[in-house]
C-alpha cells in the first residue's frame, strides 16, 4: 500500500509541475504612454480662471496634458524663441506677429479678446471716474499730473507694452516715488495697487476674477485704445527636437474649433452676468 501511494504521489507531482510549466503569466499591458504639452502664456488666461476651465475638458477629451508656463508675454515669446515651449496663447498682436515673421512661430490665430480697464481706489482720489471716465490717455495725464500712486506691471507683458503706448501717446515718460514698477504678474499688480492705494491698468477678466478681494473700483473703462486681442501660435519645431509639433497642433485646433469657443463665451457669465472673454477665432 506505501508503495502504492509513493506511486500516485509522484505522478501527482509530475502531473502538477507539467502545468506549471505549461502555464504562463500574462505580461502586464503596458503602461499608457504620457502625452503632454507645454502651454506658455499670460498670467491673465491663468489669473481670469480661464485656463482651469478649459483643459480639464481638453484633457478628457484628447488624453493631452497641458502643462502652463503663465508669464508675461514678453518672456512667454521668449520661451517660444528658445524653444521652451510647444505653443503660446498670449495677447500683444504686432509682437506675436513678428515671432511668427521671423520664423519662430509656425502660424499666428485670433483665438478671443477682451478690453483693459484703470482701476483705483475707491475714492478715486485723481477723480479719474470723473474727469476722464472713457479716455485712457487722458486718465494718465492726470495721474502724473496728481502724482498719484500708479502700479506698472513692469514685465514687458501684453499689458505693460499696452500702457508704455498710452504713456507715450499721453507724451510723458512715468518716473518718480509715485510710479512704482512691480515686475509681477496681473494678480499680484492687482493686489499691490489695493495695498498702496493706487491705480493699475488692468485686463478685465483678472480684475472681475478677484474683485471680491479688492478694494479697487474701475475708474475708466470703454475706450477703443483698450481692445484686448488674444492669440495662438505653435511654436516652429525647428526651435528644440522636443517640441510636440502635432499635439500643440490639437490643442490649437481645439482651441479655435466652435464647440471651445462657445465654451469661451459663456466662461464668466453665470458669476458676473458677462462672459470675461469674447470668443472670435476666424
Known amino acids: 500500500m506505501k508503495k502504492f501511494l509513493s506511486i500516485i504521489l509522484a505522478i501527482t507531482l509530475v502531473f502538477s509541475l507539467a502545468l506549471t510549466g505549461c502555464t504562463k503569466e500574462e505580461p502586464a499591458p503596458p503602461a499608457p504612454v504620457e502625452r503632454d504639452i507645454i502651454l506658455s502664456t499670460t498670467t491673465s488666461t491663468q489669473d481670469s480662471g480661464l485656463l482651469d476651465y478649459l483643459l480639464p475638458i481638453f484633457k478628457e477629451e484628447t488624453g493631452i496634458n497641458v502643462k502652463v508656463v503663465a508669464v508675461g508675454t514678453g518672456q512667454a515669446l521668449q520661451m517660444g524663441r528658445d524653444g521652451e515651449a510647444d505653443i503660446l496663447l498670449v495677447h500683444a498682436k504686432a509682437s506675436e506677429e513678428t515671432f511668427v515673421a521671423e520664423g519662430h512661430g509656425l502660424e499666428r490665430h485670433d483665438v478671443m479678446y477682451n478690453d483693459f480697464i484703470i482701476v483705483g481706489p ?43 503706448a498710452l504713456w507715450e501717446e499721453a507724451t510723458l515718460v512715468p518716473e518718480g516715488e509715485w510710479y512704482i514698477s512691480a515686475g509681477k504678474g496681473m494678480g499680484d499688480v492687482l493686489k499691490m495697487a489695493d495695498e498702496k492705494l493706487g491705480y493699475t491698468l488692468t485686463d478685465r477678466a483678472t480684475y472681475l476674477n ?9 475708474v475708466v473703462e470703454k475706450d477703443t485704445r483698450l481692445f484686448n486681442q488674444y492669440g495662438i501660435i505653435p511654436v516652429n519645431p525647428e526651435k528644440n527636437e522636443n517640441i510636440k509639433e502635432e499635439d500643440a497642433k490639437i490643442f490649437m485646433e481645439w482651441m479655435l474649433s466652435e464647440d471651445t469657443q462657445k465654451l469661451i463665451g459663456e466662461f464668466g457669465v453665470d458669476k458676473f452676468g458677462m462672459p470675461l472673454f469674447t470668443p472670435n477665432a476666424q
Request: hydrophobic share 35%; net charge negative; proline share 4%.
Open 210 to 218: 478677484l474683485r471680491d478681494t479688492l478694494e479697487l473700483d474701475i
Open 122 to 164: 475707491k475714492d478715486d482720489p485723481a477723480k479719474l471716474k470723473e474727469k476722464a471716465p472713457n479716455d485712457s490717455v487722458e486718465a494718465l495725464k492726470i495721474v502724473a499730473e496728481n502724482k498719484a500712486n500708479f502700479v506698472s506691471r513692469g514685465d514687458e507683458s501684453g499689458t505693460h507694452v499696452k500702457e508704455k
